[in-house]
């Protein structure tokens, strides 16, 4: 109980630090931190939680972002326009879970992995209203490029933190144990009375709710959005990596994830921009074979055990 | 009095083979009753037709008097029918107590997850496994395991219960605990349904035999009169063996 | 007779999309994994052919065995090393795996190819062969009677050596495979390596045809999952069936929607067939 309220200070402190010191670059990287813990999070609902991979976040990322875009270029007010692109890609999700949650495995995972290639494509050609593939350009906040940082560093916190206490509310809650039932035994789970269709869509609805918002409010922090760029199979990517990283199935597992993940992002682009994603590549593969429960493996406790062998072994003449 | 379980006519086809041949049978509330035959006779196929896993090919169940066919196994299971697997089904990785307070939860109506906890525990003292409440279900032996289905199934708050071949692999002092398990939840008035192969545990739990044979209902009555009648000799024996019993005047 | 002309444009190149499909069926259908790394390994099949005719001049429809036998052991060692550990593993593990393998791969070839396309372009070139109207590319026709070869050859291994045999075991039944004495690990990495191959050889054929580069490896990977999805696993006819089906559609789909949009018909067709038939047109368990 003392650590965690000791934890929770030092972030609120760190924050908070951030906020009245950090330069732009920091406060960009801490933004894109905040959006990842929310994707991860959210992706975790159905991917850990439930036990189906999904691969489509980036679809409902993008659809939140152009959903976003173009109720503003409509005059919609900001808020208004966020919520609607988390209801959007909701309600793309309760179809598109209709469609392929029925499917188990590697089927689910495939018929999710082409979902945002097909919205690019179809992004793409619908030019009259989303500008193809030039792109969006979305109107400005208004305001000085430091507050606009810091504002926007406030946001995505804030819906990360929504995503999160959803996440932590949904694993005590009914719905919860519903999740944790299909993921370990889908047959069973009927049985004992677990509409497994319904809380499978439910899992999927909300995930996609706060991934939509999250790409609603990238579209507003970058100004500018391409089908390519919003659809990309990275944003279906890198939260899975995340969540794995830190732990699959728990709530602070996406969050501890998200923030080694792009610290070892940073550390591998500031050394070497040719072979990032080789890196990256071989940092999953790593992760998989050796770490399969995520960072969780790791405690403190056995890493300081490390360095006792480590040392007497030197120490030894 | 409209009986429970009604099956009339049910049939289910996989491909080529008929698994259920045009079986129609009622159970009554409160009955103990066995359902026995050789091996590949559909008993299996019969459970999963009635839970909702499968759907009939043909014919119509109705369960207290409102039609269930072609319904989804999680909606029949909170109309109240239960059953055990075969091969044990549990949620490994949750413990014992939380495997049986998720049936309590969603079929057995509880309204609170407090709630299905101590629902829960009522019944797992019931069925021997309060030392284990706390234990990943994937750990427990298999006896272990069977109690814990027959625990979901009771925290299922079910009027009918199918218990699909809940002894097997179990040595026999394990089979005496069942069997008191059994006639203890008789007496609670639920109406149970034993998918064996045992004789000895139909002869003593069950007063009705039903006997599937190749699909068919082929026998239909009190236990007595069943474990002598010829066509059931036959179908488990064989028909030399039968011939030798009834000239023996057996 | 445009009809005519988009069907023949469809089937020609059924042959080569068999090839592509193949590899990754077969490693689906017997280890049961999806290899994500497989598009990238039919680029690498594509730069070495390059490679080998700008440098060596080999024709690469003959080149193309020679690129998959390159590509074998690789293949095999990469799955006796990293794949085997993780193959009992949910699905996410392996498909996480795979992809992590497919960065590193694919960044590899950006490093050391460039993202430039490249074609192969034979001397003299093998222009066309016209009938009724209707216009066939000669390099076309090449690369999917070879394609057909190549699939043909793997038929013919699984079905009348032990090797294929044991191959098939594995897939129906794997613990009785193993109790029948089959050494079920090497079987894994066999049928590995043989999709490798495949792969490889694919990657050769189309590097005739298409240009190539290493950001072209997941449309490759879409293909191969579309053609298996509508063939079906676990079935090589199948395969050959999805391969023609989709170069059809492909065809019909550039006609309708624009070439650019090809790709994308055929995802959606993905999809409705993943939620309609899973099991494809000839799908069924084992592999013959």
Known sequence: ?317 | MTPLLKLENVSRRFGGLLALDHVSVSLGRGEVVGLIGPNGAGKTTFVNVVTGLLRPSSGSIEFDGHRIDGQRPDRISRHGIARTFQIVQPFPRLSVRENVAAAALFAGGAKTQTEATSIADEHLAFCGLLADTNKPAGLLPLAGRKRLELAKGLASKPSLLLLDEVNAGLNPSEIDEALRLIAAIASRGITLLLIEHLMKVVAESCSRLLVLHQGRLIADGPTQNIMKNEDVIEAYLGRRYADMQKGAGI | MLWLQVLVNGLALGGLYACIAAGFSLVWGVLNIINVLHGSLIVLGGYLAFFAHQQLGFNPFLFAPVAGALLFLPGFALQRTVINPVMTRPVLMTLVLTFGLTLFLDNLMLVAFTADYRKINPQPPLGVVEFGGVILPLDRLCATMTGLALVSALWLVLRFTQLGRAIVAVRMDREAASLMGIDVHLIYAIAFGLGTFMAGSAGALLAAIFPISSLSSSSYLGKAFVICVLGGLGSLPGVVLGGFALGIIEAYGALAFGPENALTVSFLLLIVLLAVRPTGLLGRKGFT
């Open chain 1, 1 to 317: 109980m003392l650590r965690r309220a000791v934890i929770a200070a030092l972030a609120a402190a760190a924050f908070a630090a951030l906020l009245l010191f950090g330069d732009n670059y920091v406060l960009r990287l801490a933004t894109t931190v905040a959006m990842y813990v929310t994707l991860a999070s959210a992706w975790n609902i159905i991917g850990g939680f439930a036990g189906y991979p999904s691969f489509a976040t980036a679809a409902f990322f993008g659809l939140g972002a152009y959903a976003s875009g173009i109720a503003l270029s409509n005059g919609v007010a900001l808020s208004v326009a966020w919520g609607t692109a988390g209801l959007v890609s909701a309600s793309f999700a309760v179809v598109l879970g209709l469609c392929i949650l029925h499917m188990r495995g590697h089927y689910f995972a495939i018929g999710s992995l082409v979902v945002p290639d097909v919205l690019r494509e179809v992004t793409n050609s619908w030019v009259s209203v989303t500008g193809g593939g030039i792109g969006l350009n979305l109107p400005l906040i208004g305001g000085s490029a430091e507050i606009q940082a810091r504002l926007f560093l406030v946001v995505m916190s804030l819906v990360a933190s929504a995503t999160v206490l959803a996440a932590w509310t949904i694993a005590r809650s009914r719905l919860g144990v519903a999740l944790r039932c299909i993921e370990q035994n889908e047959d069973a789970a009927q049985v004992i009375g677990i509409d497994t269709s319904r809380t499978k869509i439910a899992a999927f609805a909300i995930s996609s709710l706060f991934i939509g918002i999250a790409g609603a409010i990238y579209a507003s922090w970058t100004i500018y959005i391409d089908p390519s760029d919003v659809y990309d199979v990275s944003l279906s990517v890198k939260p899975i990596i995340m969540a794995l990283l830190g732990g699959v199935g728990t709530v602070a597992g996406p969050i501890v994830g998200a923030f080694a993940f792009l610290g070892f992002d940073e550390l591998i682009w500031r050394n070497s921009l040719e072979f990032h994603s080789g890196f990256l590549g071989l940092l999953v593969v790593a992760l998989v074979l050796f770490l399969p429960a995520g960072l969780r493996e790791v405690r403190l406790r056995d890493l300081s055990h490390w360095i006792y062998k480590l040392r007497r072994r030197v120490a030894k003449p």
